[in-house]
């Protein structure tokens, strides 16, 4: 069976759904292709909690034009909060490489130790050997003095407002299934129960997926950070919306954020993800105040969160305006490969017909 659509989405996250609504809201037949909804924004549900949470602290940015666009009405008055703690001492490392990220650290921050210590915290040993040009690109766009630029609202009883606002949109044209065969030059994607035909492709899985399916040579190395995290229950309250930094570089932990008042979500330093999550009662204790024991409910990993390199960027741009020219658009922070937020992913529908794409094709043709 082969279906027809204008509009092709692959992935059924949320730039996959914020992209459909466009599309429909500009009147033009889109469809989605994928499994479950909502990507990382999916809720999960605990028995201890008995209502839906987000895990992943994913805020919007009140001052962004996607904030605008989807919650003209939504108030934002639960901020976010942000707490630096536990500044202790430096260990500076014997070995780095000359153009590492670590190394822009020391010319670029000289007055603090802190980002130095957050991001060896978040990423490890990756600091030290490359040089993370999208990480640079990301500090560079929201952060000034190592301080946030931009306000991020807090989520409501614990559900993040994209989740509210797109789950408010329901239901979705989902054709369920995983891509198996992407054939960009006669536009069809095949999965196990068939074949979809699309003028327009616009593709949000992650980017090493792509030359998966479409057998296109992957010319330059993907690199990425992952993070674990902790879920932990406790009796007395946590202050919602919260968020610790711990800047001890001797701690286990990286930051911890509480999504509702009784559940803590702890992010593990990259070195420490096999520590015991029985371990580390007292630092939780320390971190937040409460006296209460925390009982670790569920753990969390995601091996790819952080899209913070690729090793050669001209043959990344190449091969996004190589496909453009074949009418797919790669899109959202794991497609285009990207360090970026929700709200700084281009959801422009103009740019799927640009016709003033550079023309460069080498070593895809
Ligand atoms: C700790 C943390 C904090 C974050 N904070 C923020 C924040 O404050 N603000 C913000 O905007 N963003 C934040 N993010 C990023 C946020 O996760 C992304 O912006 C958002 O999830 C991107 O949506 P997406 O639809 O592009 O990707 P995803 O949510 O990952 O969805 C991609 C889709 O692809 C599917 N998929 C993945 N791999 C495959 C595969 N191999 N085959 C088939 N399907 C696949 C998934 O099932 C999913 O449906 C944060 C992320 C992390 C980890």
Redesign the pocket.
Known sequence: MTLRTDYLI?????????HYLNLQNSGKEAVLL?????????PVEYRQIGKPVNL??????TESNLWKRLNPNLKADNHLTLEKINLNGIRRPEYRLQACYYNYLLQHQQESDIPYILSYKQFGDLIFKHPLTELKKKLNRNYRSGQPKYL?TGFVNGLSP?YRFLKSREPYPVIPG??EQIDYINKMVHTKKGAIRYNHLIY???L??FF?TTGLKKTFELISGG?R?LIYYTDEPLPENHLWYCCDIDSNIYRAFVPQKNLLVV?LSRKRWEKNPNEISTELQSITGIKEKFHHIDTTT?LH??PLDVSCNIKKEELAGFLREHNVYL?????EWRY??????DYDLNQYERESYVRNTVGYE
């Open positions: 692959a992935g059924t996250g949320p730039s996959a759904l914020i994928g499994s479950g909804l909502y990507g990382q924004l999916k992943l602290p994913i805020f919007p940015v991020k994209y995983m891509i949000t899985l992650p090493d997926y998966d993070a995290f992010q995601h969160c952080y899109s959202g922070r794991f497609a970026i937020d929700l709200h700084e992913v």
